[in-house]
């Protein structure tokens, strides 16, 4: 990993997927700079969506999020960057679409708290743990790109 960087996961919820977003959620984080290091297209099972959301586990709203996270597929992906959490959650706005910030993925294209199109890692520790729930070491990719010097300053 490049100095400085950080991976963080980013979900693309089944609502997002449904309406044919998928596309345009990534063309958000790479415009922003990031690097795509892990993808992939999986419908999560109960166990893994209460792994995921244990955090929310006592919570009233913990059944109906586990019954929609299963409810048809979802895009994990693992993303690098300078700050990457931070710059990842910004990008995507508040959890509620209503507060969202215009400009941001829920901002501009979700209403609801229920459907608000992704998921992305509060923190570096939790995005650790995130990653290495949806991904083994060999599907997260080290790559370089050229255009990242006119991205990032050296
Ligand atoms: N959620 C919900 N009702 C609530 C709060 C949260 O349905 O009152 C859902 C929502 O989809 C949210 C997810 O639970 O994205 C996880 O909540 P969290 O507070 O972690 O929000 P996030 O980190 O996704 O912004
Ligand atoms: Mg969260």
Known sequence: MSQNAERTLVLVKPDGLQRGLAGTIMSRLENRGLKLVASK???????????????????????????????????????????????????????????ADPGTIR??????????????????????????????KTEILEYT???DRWIIES
């Open 107 to 136: 901002g501009d294209m979700a209403i609801d708290i229920g459907l608000n199109l992704v998921h992305a890692s509060d923190s570096t520790d939790t995005a650790h743990q995130e990653i290495q729930l949806f991904f083994s």
């Open 41 to 99: 297209l999986i419908h999560m099972d109960e166990s893994l969506a209460e792994a995921h959301y244990m955090a929310h586990k006592d919570k009233p709203f913990f059944p109906g999020l586990v019954k929609f996270i299963t409810s048809s597929p979802v895009l994990a992906m693992a993303w690098e960057g300078k700050d990457s959490v931070r710059v990842v959650r910004n990008t995507m706005g508040a959890t509620d679409p209503t507060k």
């Open 145 to 147: 790109r050229d255009i």
